[in-house]
């Protein structure tokens, strides 16, 4: 395995525990859609995350066979075939969260947080909180809507509070994504893993917006005169599909001639870009360009230009 991905990994795991002991200031937690009666008795319950998949994004939602720890274990092994290392990254989350997991008392209900779906829903529905995280250690879930839950939707909820989990390490402020994912993985969606179909002669670059990691991906040459970039992390967060992107120039920070030929003396210039291909999250833009450090002699700085900003390149040469 590269060394900068192991090095990685293991950045990761110790921030994340760091994460976890300091409290995190999100909170978080579920929400599902129930369908009441005209005494208040629930008629249907299901999470958000599947009720927005079938109803937002089209999906037709696999309602699978067997318990809730063999429907989470099939979706496990559905995970191994998208992300980077679920093992490391995802599965420990997952464990986390049924370790701290408790039903509340008969009758009480949870506060809703502000981290729902702007979609309408039909009459006597409505979204109702399921989960929410008291700190660190305790997960609350709301015993009455729980109980009305199939085994599907039950471990989506568990699924969801892992995922967003994950994404809050990351910076995610709120749960759509997470739920975009979710939706995902209980489908007929095809993914495919982000590791996949990687070449021999292959390097690899990450970003930084300041001291933050905003990409990685592999580069490698394809058709002669261009490369292809590999993402594992875009825009800061995990790729969840391989996607890729065809940059029209080949290796450009390995020689700056081109940069040189198009930018001139020009302290900042954007000068080769692409668009991103992935079945999950693609036709993403992706600009290059390179900084003139005046300052320091000339030297020559190259980086990825999003609305966030310039995001620094170190790559393997």
């Not at 095809?190 to 580069?219: H, T």
Request: charged content about 25%; hydrophobic content about 35%; aromatic content about 12%.
């Amino acid at each position: 395995m590269n060394i900068r991905v192991v090095i990685f990994i293991f950045v990761l795991v110790i921030g994340f525990c760091r994460n976890v002991m300091a409290g995190n200031e999100n909170g978080g937690g579920g929400s599902s859609v129930v369908c009441r009666g005209q005494n208040n008795n629930i008629l249907s319950a299901e999470t958000l995350d599947l009720y927005e998949g079938k109803n937002v994004y089209g999906l037709i939602i696999d309602e699978r066979q067997g318990s809730v720890q063999e429907i989470i274990e099939s979706i496990k092994q559905k995970l191994k075939d998208t992300m980077e290392q679920p093992e490391i990254h995802l599965f420990p989350l997952i464990s986390r969260v049924q370790s701290i997991f408790r039903l509340t008392g008969e009758g009480v209900i949870l506060k809703p947080v502000d981290d729902v779906s702007e979609i309408g829903f039909p009459a006597d529905c409505k979204i109702e909180q399921l989960a929410h995280y008291v700190d660190d250690d305790l997960l609350v879930v709301q015993r009455e809507i729980w109980g009305a839950l199939s085994n599907t939707q039950k471990a989506s909820l568990i699924i969801h509070e892992a995922i967003y989990r994950h994404e809050r390490y990351y910076g995610a402020t709120n749960s759509r994504r997470a739920r975009k994912i979710v939706s995902r993985v209980f489908s007929d969606s095809e993914f495919e893993n982000v590791m996949s179909r990687l070449p021999q002669n292959l390097k690899f670059c990450s970003a930084y917006l300041g001291d933050k990691m905003s990409y990685r991906f592999f580069y490698y040459p394809v058709n002669g005169d261009m490369t292809q970039l590999q993402f594992l992390n875009f825009k800061g967060f995990t790729v969840y599909s391989r996607k890729t992107a065809v940059i029209p120039i080949f290796h450009y920070w390995e020689n700056d001639e081109s940069s040189q030929e198009l930018c001139g003396s020009d302290k900042y210039c954007n000068y080769t870009s692409g668009t991103t291909y992935s079945k999950f999250e693609g036709n993403d833009s992706v600009i290059l360009g390179r900084e003139l450090d005046i300052e320091e002699g000339g030297a020559v700085k190259f980086y990825m230009l999003d609305n966030n900003g310039r995001n620094y390149l170190d790559c393997q040469i």
